[in-house]
T-cell receptor
Framework: DTGVSQDPRHKITKRGQNVTFRCDPI?????LYWYRQTLGQGPEFLTY????????KSRLLSDRFSAERPKGSFSTLEIQRTEQGDSAMYLC?????????????FGNGTRLTVT | DQQVKQNSPSLSVQEGRISILNCDYT??????FLWYKKYPAEGPTFLIS?????DKNEDGRFTVFLNKSAKHLSLHIVPSQPGDSAVYFC??????????FGTGTRLTIIP
C-alpha cells in the first residue's frame, strides 16, 4: 500500500523566488487536499480537488498561490514571489470522499523555508 | 475564528495509566470528527473517527466519545504506552467537506 507522497521534503528559497511542490495521492483516492502548518498550530486548509475539479479555496490562498490537478491524479502547488511569511510545512492529503467515513491520509509534507 | 479548540497544549501521563485528550467545537453543523497523531517531521496519521450519529467509537486502546449537546469530544487511550508520546490533533468536518483542525495537544508518556 503506497501512501501519499510529497516532493521535495525540504525546500529553501530566497524571497521573491517561485517554488513548486508535488503531491502523489493514494491511487484510488478521488479527493486531494492541501494544508499548511506553522509551528504550534494545527494544519490549516488551503484547497481541495475532487478528481481534477478544484472545489474550494481558502482565503489563505492568496493570488500568489495556485494549485492544479490536471488529470485527477498528482497535484502541484506553486507559490510565486515567495515571502518570509510563506515559511511553513505544506501538507498534502487524499481521501476517497465517501460521505460518513472518509478520513484524510496525509503525506510527510514539504518544509519550505524562505530566507 | 477557531471552530475547533484544544485548550490543553500539553499533557503528561504515567505509562499504563489512561490518557484523556479533550476537544471542543463551536460549529453545530459538524457531523464527522477525527483524531490524528503526529510525530516530528512526519505528516499527521489518522487514529480514529466518529460520526455525529454515534456517541462512542472504540478501536483497540483508543476510544472517542462525542457529546453533541456540549459540543465536546474526547480521546481516551488506555493503557498509555511510551510510543503514544506525540502531538494529537482533533478535527471536524460537515457534509463531507474539508477538515478543520484544532491546535493540538502534546502528550508525553512517562515511563
Amino acid at each position: 500500500d503506497t501512501g501519499v507522497s510529497q516532493d521535495p521534503r525540504h525546500k529553501i528559497t530566497k524571497r521573491g523566488q517561485n517554488v513548486t511542490f508535488r503531491c502523489d495521492p493514494i491511487s484510488e483516492h478521488n479527493r486531494l487536499y492541501w494544508y499548511r502548518q506553522t509551528l504550534g498550530q494545527g494544519p490549516e486548509f488551503l484547497t481541495y480537488f475532487q478528481n481534477e475539479a478544484q472545489l474550494e479555496k481558502s482565503r489563505l490562498l492568496s493570488d500568489r498561490f495556485s494549485a492544479e490537478r490536471p488529470k485527477g491524479s498528482f497535484s502541484t502547488l506553486e507559490i510565486q514571489r515567495t515571502e518570509q511569511g510563506d515559511s511553513a510545512m505544506y501538507l498534502c492529503a487524499s481521501s476517497t470522499g465517501q460521505p460518513g467515513d472518509s478520513p484524510l491520509h496525509f503525506g510527510n509534507g514539504t518544509r519550505l523555508t524562505v530566507t | 475564528d477557531q471552530q475547533v479548540k484544544q485548550n490543553s497544549p500539553s499533557l503528561s501521563v504515567q505509562e499504563g495509566r489512561i490518557s484523556i485528550l479533550n476537544c471542543d467545537y463551536t460549529n453545530s453543523m459538524f457531523d464527522y470528527f477525527l483524531w490524528y497523531k503526529k510525530y516530528p517531521a512526519e505528516g499527521p496519521t489518522f487514529l480514529i473517527s466518529i460520526s455525529s450519529i454515534k456517541d462512542k467509537n472504540e478501536d483497540g486502546r483508543f476510544t472517542v466519545f462525542l457529546n453533541k449537546s456540549a459540543k465536546h469530544l474526547s480521546l481516551h487511550i488506555v493503557p498509555s504506552q511510551p510510543g503514544d508520546s506525540a502531538v494529537y490533533f482533533c478535527a471536524a468536518s460537515r457534509y463531507n467537506e474539508k477538515l478543520t483542525f484544532g491546535t493540538g495537544t502534546r502528550l508525553t508518556i512517562i515511563p
